[in-house]
C-alpha cells in the first residue's frame, strides 16, 4: 500500500480519522475559520439557518480588509453590521479597518499552525500552504454551515507536485516561478487538486516570497495548496504562536497524479498579459507597452520584500504615471516605514494607502477609467477585474511594477536602476 | 415529465467569476433582483435582459474559476437557471453550486455540440442529458452530495438540522 499525501493526512487528522484517501467524502472540523467583509452576508445566511449562536468562537476569526476604509454609506454599514455580530457572539480573533488583509494578518498573528486546517470565504486561502497548513477556500453558504456546525463535507482531492529546483537570479521573484507555473500548464492545470510544492529551491525563498505560490494556487484552479514547513516556519511562528503544533510532510511513496519539475535558474521575469493569468511572455516581449497605473500591493504581492523590491528602483526618482503602493498588512507598513523603504516610495511619488485589498476586486483606491492600461503586483488581470471591463491589467513582480511605473510602459528593472 | 426541455447559453473555456459577477458589486447589492440583472455583465451583455426561468448554459472546461464569490452562482439562480452543463468546473464554484442547489453537470465536449438558443433536454428519471441528439449520462455524485443538491441546497439541509 502507498504512502499518504500531504492533502490525506492533514484532512484525516482534521476529521478526527487515522487515515483518509483521495476521492473519500469527510467531514471536516478546521482549526480555524474565518471571513472578511462577506461577514455581513454570511451573517444573514447563517440567520436563515436557525441556529442562534455560533459553534466555537474561540475558532473564528473575521478581518476588515476587502474595502477599507468604507468608500461607500453601503460599505460602511456592511462593517457596523460585522462589528456588531462580533460582539454579540464574542468572536475570538476581530481584524479591524488597517490591520491588513485576512492572509497576511491570519499568518503574523500565527492563528493558523503547520499540519492544522484552515478554511475561509476566500479563494486565496490556499495562502496558508506557506506554513505547512491545509488552506481551502469555501462560499459564503459552506462559512454559514461552519459557523453554525463548526464542520464541512470535503472530498479529499487527488495531489500534483510541484518540484523547484536551482537558485533564482537576482531581479527574479516568486512571482515569475508562479507565473511560469501558469504559463506551462494553464489556469486548469490543477483543477480539484491539491498542489504539493516542494524541492531545494523552496528553502531558499525568504518567508515574504513563499506565500506568493501557494496563494496564487488559487489561479491555478488548486483546492489547496502546501511547502514543507522548515526552521525558517518555525522560528517565524515561535514568538508568534499560541498553542503548539505538531507538522506534517507527505510519505515518499505516497501517489501523485503527476510531478512538473521547474529548475528555477533559467528564469527571467515574466508578464501575464490581460485577460488571464496564465497569458505568460517574456517581460522582453511586453516591454513598452504603455501603462497608465502602478499598483504594488495584495495578499499575493504586498508584503515588505515587495515595497523594498520598488524603493530600490524609485530610489531618488520620480514616477512618471501614477503608483499606488497598499501594503498587506500594518505590520508591513510599520517596517516599511521603519527602514526608510516608505520615504523612498513617497518621495518617489508613490501613494500609499491603508493596508488591505485596495482595488484588487475593484471597490476603491485606483480603479482605471476605460482604455487605462495597470500594472500590478497581484494575482488576477480579468476583464473588469479592478471595476472597470474595457482596462487591460498585466501581472508582474514588483519590481518590474515599479520600473514601469517609472517610465510610463512596461520596463525592465535592469535597465533603469 | 420526465423530460424537461431547454434553451442553452452557450460559452468557452475558463470564464472567471469575475466576469460571472463583477467583484465590485459583491458587497453593495443585497436584493435578489438587482443580483440578477448583472448576471455575466461582463461576458454577455445580452444575457440577464433575455435569460428565462428554465433555460441552461452549456460551457467549456473550467466555468467558474478564480473567487470564491457565491454571487456568481446565486445570480444566475434568482434568474431560474435549471442546470449548468461544462466540461468542468472551478472547485469553489462546483461547491457554491450544490449549496445553492443549482445541478452542476460534467459533460466533457457538450459546448462544441449546440450554439446558444438550441434546446437541451434533461431527463431526472434517466439521469441522462440530450444535446444535438446524443445522451450523455449525467455522472454520479457521491451521495451525501447528492442529498445537500435534493434538498434544495446547503441552507435547506441545515434548516431540517436545527428546526427540525
Known amino acids: 500500500m502507498s504512502g499518504f499525501t500531504f492533502a490525506e493526512k492533514a484532512l484525516a487528522r482534521a476529521a478526527g480519522l487515522s487515515q483518509a484517501r483521495a476521492g473519500d467524502v469527510l467531514d471536516v472540523r478546521p482549526d480555524l475559520i474565518f471571513s472578511h467583509d462577506n461577514s455581513a452576508a454570511i451573517r444573514r445566511i447563517f440567520e436563515q439557518l436557525g441556529a442562534e449562536r455560533v459553534h466555537d468562537p474561540k475558532r473564528m476569526a473575521i478581518t476588515l480588509d476587502h474595502a477599507v476604509p468604507a468608500p461607500t454609506t453601503a460599505h460602511a454599514q456592511n462593517h457596523a453590521e460585522i462589528r456588531a455580530f462580533v460582539q454579540q457572539q464574542g468572536i475570538a480573533h476581530f481584524y479591524e479597518v488597517g490591520r491588513g488583509i485576512c492572509h497576511q494578518v491570519i499568518s503574523e498573528e500565527a492563528l493558523i499552525l503547520p499540519g492544522e486546517t484552515i478554511m475561509g470565504s476566500d479563494s486565496h486561502t490556499t495562502h496558508f500552504g506557506w506554513l505547512g497548513a491545509f488552506g481551502m477556500g469555501v462560499g459564503r453558504t459552506e462559512m454559514a454551515a461552519l459557523w453554525a456546525t463548526g464542520e464541512l463535507w470535503v472530498r479529499v482531492p487527488p495531489t500534483l507536485r510541484v518540484r523547484l529546483s536551482g537558485t533564482l537570479r537576482p531581479g527574479v521573484m516568486a512571482k515569475d516561478v508562479m507565473l511560469r507555473i501558469l504559463g506551462d500548464l494553464s489556469v486548469s492545470g490543477g483543477q480539484y487538486r491539491a498542489v504539493e510544492i516542494i524541492g531545494p529551491a523552496v528553502s531558499q525563498l525568504s518567508l515574504d516570497e513563499r506565500p506568493v505560490i501557494p496563494n496564487m494556487m488559487a489561479e491555478f484552479g488548486a483546492m489547496s495548496a502546501y511547502m514543507p514547513p522548515d526552521q525558517a516556519v518555525f522560528d517565524y511562528l515561535e514568538a508568534r504562536r499560541a498553542r503548539d503544533y505538531a507538522p506534517l510532510y507527505p510519505d515518499e511513496d505516497a501517489d501523485y497524479e503527476q510531478t512538473y519539475d521547474l529548475d528555477v535558474s533559467n528564469l527571467q521575469p515574466l508578464v501575464a498579459l490581460p485577460h488571464q493569468p496564465d497569458q505568460v511572455v517574456m517581460l522582453r516581449e511586453a516591454l513598452g507597452t504603455p501603462i497608465q497605473q502602478g499598483f504594488i500591493g495584495t495578499c499575493t504581492g504586498g508584503r515588505y520584500e515587495d515595497l523594498a523590491a520598488a524603493a530600490r528602483i524609485l530610489r531618488g526618482k520620480q514616477v512618471a504615471v501614477r503608483l499606488i503602493v497598499i501594503p498587506a498588512s500594518r505590520e508591513v507598513l510599520l517596517r516599511a516605514a521603519q527602514t526608510g523603504v516608505l520615504a523612498d516610495l513617497i518621495a518617489a511619488g508613490a501613494s500609499i494607502a491603508t493596508p488591505g485589498c485596495g482595488p484588487c476586486m475593484g471597490n476603491h483606491l485606483g480603479i482605471p477609467a476605460p482604455q487605462e492600461a495597470s500594472i500590478i503586483s497581484g494575482s488576477r488581470n480579468f476583464k473588469g477585474r479592478m471595476g472597470t471591463s474595457d482596462a487591460p491589467i498585466y501581472l508582474s513582480n514588483a519590481a518590474v511594477v515599479a520600473a514601469s511605473a517609472l517610465c510610463g510602459r512596461i520596463s525592465d528593472p535592469a535597465e533603469v536602476i | ?164
Open chain 2, 1 to 164: 415529465m420526465a423530460i424537461t426541455t431547454h434553451r442553452a447559453w452557450v460559452y468557452g473555456d475558463d470564464v472567471n467569476t469575475d466576469v460571472i459577477f463583477p467583484g465590485k458589486y459583491t458587497y453593495t447589492l443585497k436584493d435578489k433582483t438587482d443580483i440578477a440583472a448583472h448576471a455575466l455583465e461582463d461576458l454577455d451583455p445580452s444575457f440577464a435582459s433575455q435569460v428565462q426561468p428554465g433555460d441552461v448554459i452549456v460551457a467549456g472546461r473550467n466555468w467558474g474559476m478564480g473567487s470564491s464569490r457565491e454571487q456568481a452562482v446565486t445570480c444566475l439562480v434568482y434568474n431560474g437557471l435549471r442546470a449548468i452543463i461544462a466540461e468542468s468546473f472551478g472547485g469553489i464554484y462546483f461547491r457554491n453550486c450544490i449549496n445553492q442547489g443549482l445541478h452542476p453537470i460534467v459533460i466533457p465536449g457538450a459546448a462544441r455540440l449546440l450554439h446558444t438558443g438550441d434546446v437541451v433536454l434533461i431527463d431526472d428519471e434517466a439521469r441522462q442529458v440530450i444535446i444535438a441528439g446524443q445522451a450523455f449520462a449525467m455522472p454520479p455524485l457521491p451521495l451525501s452530495v447528492q442529498a445537500i443538491l435534493e434538498a434544495g441546497g446547503l441552507v435547506a439541509m441545515l434548516k431540517q438540522r436545527f428546526q427540525g
